[in-house]
């Protein structure tokens, strides 16, 4: 189990670097009552994600296993190369891309914590296509075959260490005030401009290390890291 939790923190860390969240959260905290408010966007952010989490896990697991039930791992291995792909094939369609302008500087946000809360889950269910490191960690969690009691702590501990960047920036704002308006709005910059190209190239290696643990299964039946969970 801690072998599971040590290869899913940096697949989270990796899909929690999103501009769309980040800018909505800097918008957030630029408000004068921007705790509460913040702290719905966090609460928001990890109960979406982890429903999404559940309903596509067991989802898969019980429609694997009804379709192939003496196959379910090399299953398991072939959905993680195909993960893999797409991985490689958005990371590298992005680094060969034009670069991303900046978008003008975001009004504070004056939403109250239930309307915040209510656009995280909004945030979570329009963008759920294209969360495709969150496949990445679901599909290692089923090659671990654990229970549903592990599998469930797991997706929660994804989801936690998720929520890394955000909880630093509620962090950073509490601490510095209006000292920190400027350094959120570095931050926002930050995430537009460069988060994109460091996710393709986070999305390329990650893409890589999935296809090199298929590969290995089915060529050489040793993972690159599953089999030692």
């Not at 929690?16 to 952010?45: E, H, K, M, Q």
């Not at 960047?165 to 460069?194: C, I, M, Q, Y």
Request: proline share 6%; charged share 15%.
């Amino acid at each position: 189990m801690a072998d599971l939790l040590l290869i899913l923190t940096p697949i989270a860390l990796v899909d929690s670097l999103s501009p769309v969240r980040i800018g909505a959260l800097v918008a957030i905290l630029a408000g004068r009552r921007f705790f509460l408010a913040a702290l719905a966007f966090l609460v928001g952010i990890f109960s979406s994600y982890f429903v999404l989490g559940i309903a596509i896990s067991f989802g898969a697991h019980h429609l694997i296993d009804l379709l192939f039930p003496a196959e379910a791992r090399p299953v398991n291995f072939a959905l993680g190369g195909a993960v893999g792909i797409v991985l490689f094939a958005i990371g590298a369609t992005h680094l060969s891309g034009r670069e991303i302008e900046h978008e003008p500087k975001k009004e504070p946000s004056k939403r109250t914590p239930v309307a915040v809360f209510l656009l995280s889950w909004i945030i979570t269910v329009t963008t759920a296509p294209a969360a495709v490191p969150y496949l990445a960690a679901i599909d290692q969690i089923l090659k671990a075959d654990v229970e549903d009691g592990p599998a469930l702590v797991a997706l929660a501990y994804y989801c936690l260490v998720y929520l890394t960047p955000f909880v630093l920036l509620l962090a950073l704002r509490s601490s510095l005030g209006r000292k920190s308006e400027n350094l959120l709005d570095r931050v926002d910059t930050w995430a537009h401009v460069w988060v994109p190209r460091a996710m393709a190239i986070l999305f390329v290696a990650l893409g890589l290390l999935l296809l090199l643990d298929a590969a290995g299964y089915f060529f050489f039946d040793r993972p690159l890291w599953t089999g030692r969970l």
